[in-house]
């Protein structure tokens, strides 16, 4: 039983430094904030198609594009800072 509580224990410290992370202030929060999100979704959800592969939220996609041109990143670039930064995720609705 320690083993559970240990990981209870780290699963709570790693919500809790999300949630501090969620509420600092932050250039990306900001952005975030400012982006009309729904109009984006609006244009851009008629170019993915519901059959086939799933699709991935249109903010998420979209998200993804602006970080990468903001900070200069490929493909892979982005989606590795996206992975181990709580702001990226933030600021792509994750």
Known sequence: MKNVT?????????????LLAATTTNYL?????NIDWISIEDKLNQY??????????????AGLLILKQLYGLSDEGVIEVWRM????????GS
């Open 29 to 33: 929060t900001e952005l975030s904030n």
């Open 48 to 61: 993915y198609k519901d059959n086939g592969r799933k699709v991935l939220p249109v903010r998420l996609l």
């Open 85 to 92: 930064n709580p702001f990226y995720q933030i600021f792509t």
């Open 6 to 18: 240990c990981c209870s224990n780290v699963m709570g410290l790693f919500a809790t430094l999300t």
